[in-house]
């Protein structure tokens, strides 16, 4: 940074920061090159201290008084989350009497448990878009951005609330109520929002399927939580390319029929890109949008859910089995993202905010539909891709609607380094105030080409960690309340007690610096409730490792100042560009192909993506490996996950992968090789067969 080598830097190096809200960090200091490994040096451990001007204005705005939040929210929760849960509606308030929580996180003392704000009755969507239509109907909810630049469209909270009670009113005509599930396989545009508001509305449960999954991968979803209704689309456009849409449902529907599962109603809009003429049409169970919603009476009772009424549930991937349903009720996770999103974006009244995430993932629940929609923000959502019609078009958005809070994942920012800053500094970006990191560690020279060319050193950066799991942002700077150190998510949320574990002996590490297994103590109001249908999985994906804790799956390490820094997944799940991916789902669909006999897969670093897909597998007897093979490798995982999960390298083991006697497959190995650390392979003696390491290097290349 321009400034590391002056004052601050001075202190950050050492970690020692006395926060000095003061003082700011956009002061010119004199510029130094980036790639000056000394400057390296000090990028890794530099502390950035929000501007004057930002923390004067912020919610919390000294350390002091994130400290004493902090406390309060652990040590007297009922009275930190009343004052918060008080500024929502509750249609019957929750039951103050009683403690506003209760958990069992010990799979020792009995079956787990987490419930929060007893006995309450609200609704989200009630939260989220009838207050604000009712107090300001004209004012606008949401700014839609087309794949071209010529297509935009403003929602206002009027407007909104209609179209979300026109779908409920048909919902409810197909008899979908209270607890029923509904698929939602929609590409970014009003009617995915719409469609998840609309459920919360009714009390139906939904499940949102990211609309770059396969047919496969849809099918899974729709056997698992078996709805009566899916809602899509006849097609979208992902910057050049024609996607169609529902034909990938139609095949969905089809592979969960011959699992014995009967979607009744698919509900189709018809997208400008794919025709609705030119897409098979089944009279008995495709309706079409305009038709029968459109034509719905524009308003709808609000069914009244209990605090721990599911939600929705989404899936994601783990270190074994299929993706799980990941369960979210009502109370909790309405008033935990509502809180994050009111304190991590430090929201105002004239606040723009754009989250680039698709609402098919988590991000996209909680920061693109219910957390800001909830705070009554005005938020942009994005069809299009950020490099299309050309690598500015992230920054003509930004321009375009005045965007004050711009959140993103690392990848995107690697993704459009490499276009230079030209493309940036020819784009008017002065209403950024505020810029947020999430899905994956953020690198220090992604952190400060983030900070420096976007940010214009005036906006502080939230590097936000959390999960699907945890429905909402759990260890975060707060931007006006302390500095930020580039690629540290820093400091726990109100509520979050994080700790480190040995992974050896699964004791906790004691305080100060340290570095470990990242496991929560005790519940926060957002985090899931269950796995649909399948409690034992809960118990045993997050409280029977380290019993008495939630895991996380990540490792962390702990500074002095009592930072976190997430070192990334401890257990066989990749993160390609923020979206998790299963080493087990790869693997079942590479041997899917009738000529692979086995397969291992694991991740490797890579520069935009963060990590990538690194296949190993063994042909069947007298199989030839070709170039055309690793295609169809490739086309696999493609057709059966989707095409984000496609591996970036196929590496044939023409002897068979690296097992140990008892037949287990040594990873570890696997990751050195994908990594071309052969020097770190270690010690082999332990394999059935160690000469298949040498027959795997010498393949290398093939
Ligand atoms: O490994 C962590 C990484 O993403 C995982 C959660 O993935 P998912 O459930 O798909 O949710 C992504 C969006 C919340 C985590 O276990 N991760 C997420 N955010 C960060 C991160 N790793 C480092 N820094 C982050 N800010």
Redesign the pocket.
């Known amino acids: 940074f321009g400034n590391n080598d002056h004052g601050i830097a001075g202190r950050a190096r050492k970690y020692r920061v006395t926060l000095d809200p003061r003082m700011d960090s956009t002061s010119p200091t004199g510029e130094a090159s980036v790639h000056d490994d000394a400057m390296k040096e000090s990028a890794l451990n530099a502390t950035v201290y929000p501007p004057a001007s930002f923390v004067n204005n912020a919610h919390v705005s000294s350390l002091k008084q994130y400290n004493d939040m902090y406390r309060e929210s652990v040590d007297r929760p009922a009275k930190f989350w009343g004052k918060i849960a008080d500024e929502l509606y509750w249609h019957t308030p929750y039951d103050k009497s009683k403690p506003v929580h209760s958990f069992n996180f010990d799979v020792r003392k009995g079956p787990i448990s987490i419930s929060w704000f007893p006995g309450g009755k609200t609704n989200l969507c009630y939260n989220a878009v009838d207050r604000h239509a009712a107090s300001d109907p004209k004012g606008t909810a949401l700014l839609w951005e087309g794949n071209e630049t010529n297509q935009d469209e403003v929602v206002t909270w009027a407007q909104l609330k209609e179209r979300v009670c026109q779908l409920a009113n048909y919902l409810r005509s197909v008899g979908v109520g209270k607890g029923d599930n509904v698929t939602i396989y929609l590409p970014m545009v009003p009617h995915l929002v719409i469609s998840m508001l609309a459920c919360a509305r009714i009390g139906a449960v939904h499940s949102v399927v990211f609309a770059g999954f396969s047919a496969d991968a849809l099918a899974s979803r729709l056997v698992d939580s078996k709805p009566k209704v899916v809602l899509t689309s006849t097609g979208t456009m992902r910057g050049a390319k024609p996607i169609p849409i529902k034909k990938v449902v139609d095949a969905g529907i089809k592979l969960s029929k011959d699992k014995g599962v009967h979607v009744e109603r698919v509900v189709v809009y018809d997208h400008p890109a794919l025709p609705l003429a030119q897409c098979n049409w089944d009279e008995s169970i495709d309706a079409n949008w305009s038709d029968v919603v459109d034509t719905q009476p524009k308003d709808s009772p609000v069914e009244w859910m209990d605090s721990e009424d599911p939600l929705f549930r989404l899936y994601?991937s783990g270190s074994t089995g299929t993706p799980k349903g990941v369960l979210h009720t009502t109370g909790g996770y309405m008033v935990g993202t509502y809180a994050t999103f009111k304190y991590v974006f430090d929201h105002k009244p004239d606040d723009v905010f754009w989250c680039t995430a698709d609402a098919g993932?988590?991000?996209g629940h909680s920061y693109l539909a219910y957390g800001p929609l909830i705070a009554k923000a005005k938020c942009v959502v994005f069809e299009g891709v950020p490099t299309y019609p050309d690598a500015g078009r992230c920054w003509d958005i930004v321009d375009k609607y005045g965007v004050t809070v711009f959140y993103t994942a690392p990848t995107l920012i690697r993704s459009l380094i490499r276009f230079g800053d030209d493309v940036v500094n020819s784009r008017d970006l002065s209403t950024l105030r505020l810029l947020g990191?999430?899905?994956?560690?953020?690198n220090p020279e992604a952190w400060k080409w983030y900070h420096e060319v976007v940010g214009k050193r005036k906006c502080p950066i939230v590097?936000?960690?959390?999960?699907?799991?945890t429905g909402a942002h759990m260890i975060t700077p707060l931007p006006g309340a302390f500095a930020q150190k580039p690629g540290s998510?820093s400091r726990p949320f109100f509520g979050v007690v994080p700790t480190l574990v040995d992974s050896q002996t699964g004791k906790e590490l004691p305080p100060g610096p340290g570095e470990g297994v990242l496991c929560i103590k005790g519940a926060w109001p957002s985090m899931m409730r269950t796995v649909a249908g399948n409690h034992q999985r809960f118990e045993e994906t997050y409280f029977s490792t380290y019993p008495g804790f939630y895991f996380?799956?990540?490792g962390a390490r702990r500074d002095e100042d009592g930072y976190f820094w997430?070192t990334?997944?401890v257990d066989d799940?990749i993160?390609v560009s923020?979206?998790?991916i299963g080493t087990a789902e790869v693997e079942s669909a590479l041997v899917e192909h009738d000529k692979c006999a086995e397969a291992a897969v694991v991740g490797y670093e890579h520069d935009i993506k963060g990590q990538a897909i690194y296949a190993f597998v063994v042909m069947k007897e007298g199989v030839e490996f070709t170039a055309e093979m690793k295609k169809e490798l490739v086309m696999t995982v493609r057709s059966i996950v989707g095409a984000f999960a496609a591996p970036d390298t196929i590496h044939w083991c023409p002897t068979g992968l690296p097992k140990t006697r008892s037949g287990k497959i040594m990873r570890r190995i696997l990751r050195k090789i994908a990594a071309h650390e052969e020097d770190g392979i270690g010690d082999t003696s332990t394999l059935a067969d160690p000469a298949v390491v040498n027959t795997i290097l010498e393949w290398r290349g093939n």
């Open positions: 994601t993932w988590i991000t990191s999430v899905g994956e560690p953020i590097d936000t960690w959390w999960q699907t799991e998510a996380t799956g990540d997430i990334g997944r799940v993160n923020g979206h998790r």
